[in-house]
């Protein structure tokens, strides 16, 4: 019986630091999501195929013998290439901004497809950034986790002295009023253009880590990222007041990591009867209810004022 509960015991708490693990992983998500939906308003689903392309391009170079620290950041510049061809197709040819992000995920998919040269690439038994922290004597979910912290930081240090430069207020101020930016001199086009290219920057440093850390990429992988990453996003603003950047940013960083951890209990919780393949409609119950509280706290205010 006690050999039974501690086997309970490690379970949940693998899957505890696992929910952590994977909403520092999506909170990189949430961060470029942020930048393309709230600071640009452009519908984007790049993210689907930007996400594997960067754990393609990470896993087949370091297959190839390259150093992951460069191979992660070569991934990250890819990234970045995608999400600036969707602003290209939108800004220079006009074709219609979600339209235009649904033509690069789908060009994506043969693209990853190509980097690989098959449908995936494993990367068992090949060093990779994991590894230099082996060093330490730490169970590797802790490893996992004090690297994705590290990145999540760093990621919502620079967004945050980004957003507040003079390019991230020029930048906002295209996402706000693109007509009023125009007449203050701002070039509108560039702003896009940066912009993308950062989000989905940002989504595959995200696909690269993750490559990394499970041992492979796979060119399906992205399926579903940016309901994710939405998912994310909006728990974190009905939980967090997000008037200012900074706390906006760490509401998407706390919105991921809630949003798994509620998973990881659905997924957990014997007597809901959910299993791994309710994962879908998890996340669509979640947005939902994330996305109704805004709506209840307002009506609720609107009460209370009347009353008053």
Not at 223 to 239: D, F, M, P, Q, T
């Amino acid at each position: 019986m006690g050999r039974g509960s501690q086997r309970v015991r490690n379970l949940s708490s693998i899957a505890f630091f696992g929910a952590i693990e994977s909403g520092l992983l999506f909170g990189l998500v949430a961060l470029g999501v942020y930048i393309s939906f709230r600071v640009l308003h452009f519908p984007d689903l790049t993210v689907d195929g930007s996400l594997p392309l960067g754990a393609a391009v990470a896993s087949t170079l370091i297959v190839h013998g390259w150093n992951p620290a460069a191979a992660t950041l070569i991934a990250t510049l890819a990234g970045a290439g995608a999400g600036f061809i969707t602003a290209w197709l939108n800004v220079r040819l006009k074709i219609l901004n979600l339209l235009a992000s649904i033509l690069t995920m789908i060009a994506l998919y043969s693209v990853n497809l190509r980097i690989m040269g098959r449908p995936n690439q494993a990367l068992l038994g090949i060093d990779t950034l994991f590894n230099a922290l082996d060093g330490l004597g730490l169970p590797f979910y802790l490893t996992n986790l004090l690297i994705y912290g590290i990145a999540a930081l760093a990621a919502m240090l620079l967004m945050n002295w980004f957003l507040n430069s003079q390019v991230g207020l020029a930048m906002r101020a295209t996402g706000a009023n693109a007509r009023m930016a125009r007449a203050q001199g701002i070039n509108t086009d560039h702003m896009i253009l940066l912009g993308m290219a950062l989000s989905n920057a940002l989504v595959a440093l995200a696909g690269a880590l993750f490559a990394q850390s499970q041992g492979g990429a796979d060119v399906s992988m992205g399926l579903g990222v940016i309901v994710v990453g939405l998912a994310a996003v909006i728990l974190g603003e009905a939980i967090l007041p997000t008037r200012l950047i900074w706390m906006a940013i760490i509401a998407c960083v706390l919105g991921a990591i809630l949003y798994r951890l509620a998973v990881a209990l659905a997924l957990n919780a014997s007597f809901i009867g959910l299993q791994a393949q309710d994962l879908k409609l998890i996340t669509a119950v979640l947005v939902a209810v994330a996305m109704t509280v805004p709506n209840m706290r307002g009506k609720i205010a609107q009460k209370r004022g009347s009353k008053a």
